[in-house]
Each structure stands twice: as structure tokens, then as C-alpha cells.
């Protein structure tokens, strides 16, 4: 499960690996990201070129496909080391064991908070500064700005985030700041980061939209007990790309496009 595994055991360097490259000055040249959403956003500056090492997980923009993989969430150090970057990105809240790791290795880490909209934002205007791309930066805030939620009191929203077991998005969360802005009400607000939760607790909540991330529509309506939802008996369970949806990128509007349209009446 991509956005709740667990850090894995952290890879033993070996001795006959090459010493870092040294920082140089002026924009990086030599990028490495560790996390996807900021891959993405690196691209969206247009410093996609300079990116020279990602994760088992990248798969977008489609030039990623092409690039090196340096792990998934347990770097490869041998191969970052090999790759001589003059800047790894990567998260504090995903992988805080690992950029103490590289920082004792002697590699430059821009460490960014990135799993909410104003992480999102944090790093968009870090990521551009380290690129030599302000311009292009202040352009994409000005996108992220003119996101506003609709007035009114929200549709009842239920997003499925994994299914065995069944998984949810709770309050605070990227995904339910995507929900708001959709113009929509998580009805598990009140739940904190992604909890697991029971058909019979869902049941009571009723919402009027169900979104899917990992199970398809017919497999769903099909679950014992769903056929008494008020979403699947008017028809309104979707299927959503996941990636556009619980990653903080600059593919923000065509998410809430997206999910905007499957929340109107």
C-alpha cells in the first residue's frame, strides 16, 4: 500500500562506494527526489531535466519511466552515492531515519513537509528557489490561490483509500482538504489520518458519494451491506486515478475538476 507502508529496514552502505559530489553553487543540477508528489512538482517547475534519480514509485510525468530508481521508501545509498546529486528531496514525515542517513553521508537533503496543501505550497516555493525557478513558482501559486471551495454545505463524501482492510481518509489530511475544496463533506472528518473503519459505522453515515480508489465499481456495490448506502442505490460510487487524488501536486485543479464532478447533483 503506497501511502501507508511502513519505512523499511535501512540498506548497509558499502565501503567501496564513491565519495558524494560536492555541493556547488547556484541552482541544482543534479536532483534526486524520494518522494513522488515532489518528482511531480520539480517537473511542473521545469526542472524535470535535472532530475537524474526517483523512486520505485514514480510513475508521472511519463518521462520519469526513464530515470534510475533508487529504492522505494528505503533508499538505495549505494546508488544515490553513484549517481553524484548536488541535491536530494525528500519528506520529513515519511523518511526522517533516511535524511539523517544521507545527511551523514555528506549529501545535500532539502527536507520538505509535502502531504498538504500547505506543504504543498511550502515546497513549491522551496523546490523553486533551489532550482533557479522563482518565475515559474510564483506562476503555479498563483494556480494553487485561485482554488477556493463552493459555497454551501457540502455534499456527504466517502473516500476509499484501501479495502481489505476497508480504509478511509480521516480530518486534516490532503485528501480531505481535496474533498473541501471539491465542494464536498468527508464524513470522516472526525477521524484522524487514515483509519479503518466498519460497514456498520459507514452504514450510519450515509454518504451521498462514494469515491474508489483501489476496488472497482461493480466489485464494490456488490460488498454485503452496500446495497443499503444511499450512494450506491442513487448511483453515485466513482472510481478515481489514486495518485491524482491523495498526492499533493500541481495536478491540484484537475483533481478537484474531477472529483467537483462527481460531487454535483
Given amino acids: 500500500m503506497r501511502i501507508l507502508s ?8 558499502c565501503s567501496c562506494a564513491p565519495a558524494p559530489r560536492a555541493t556547488t553553487p547556484g541552482p541544482a543540477q543534479r536532483i534526486i527526489s524520494l ?3 515532489l518528482t511531480e512538482v520539480l517537473f511542473s517547475l521545469g526542472a524535470g531535466p535535472r532530475v537524474i534519480g526517483v523512486t520505485a514509485n514514480d510513475h508521472y510525468p511519463p518521462e520519469v519511466e526513464g530515470l534510475p530508481r533508487v529504492g522505494d521508501m528505503a533508499p538505495d545509498y549505494e546508488r544515490i552515492l ?3 546529486p548536488d ?10 531515519r533516511e535524511i539523517t542517513r544521507l545527511r551523514e553521508l555528506g549529501l545535500p537533503v532539502l527536507s520538505l513537509p509535502s502531504q498538504s496543501l500547505s506543504g504543498l505550497r511550502k515546497a513549491l516555493a522551496e523546490l523553486s528557489k533551489a532550482t533557479g525557478t522563482e518565475a515559474r513558482g510564483q506562476e503555479l501559486q498563483g494556480q494553487l490561490a485561485r482554488l477556493k471551495p463552493p459555497p454551501g454545505p457540502g455534499v456527504r463524501v466517502f473516500v476509499e483509500i484501501w479495502d ?3 480504509m478511509t481518509t480521516g480530518g486534516g489530511t490532503f485528501v480531505d482538504e481535496l474533498i473541501t475544496l471539491a465542494g464536498g463533506r468527508n464524513v470522516y472528518a472526525d477521524r484522524q489520518q487514515y483509519p479503518s473503519i466498519s460497514v456498520e459505522d459507514l452504514l450510519l453515515r450515509q454518504p451521498e458519494v462514494i469515491v474508489l480508489t483501489v476496488s ?3 466489485e464494490a456495490r456488490s460488498r454485503p451491506g452496500w446495497d443499503r448506502l444511499a ?3 442513487s448511483g453515485r460510487i466513482y472510481r478515481m486515478e489514486p495518485d491524482l ?3 499533493p501536486t500541481l495536478r491540484l485543479p484537475q483533481a478537484v475538476e474531477q472529483l467537483g464532478g462527481f460531487l454535483s447533483p
Avoid: H
Fill in 82 to 84: 553513484a549517481l553524484q
Fill in 35 to 37: 518522494v513522488p508528489s
Fill in 245 to 247: 487524488l491523495v498526492r
Fill in 87 to 96: 541535491l536530494v528531496v525528500a519528506d520529513p514525515g515519511m523518511q526522517p
Fill in 231 to 233: 450512494a450506491v442505490r
Fill in 164 to 166: 481489505k482492510p476497508l
Fill in 6 to 13: 511502513a519505512l523499511l529496514a535501512l540498506a548497509l552502505l
Fill in 216 to 218: 472497482q465499481v461493480e
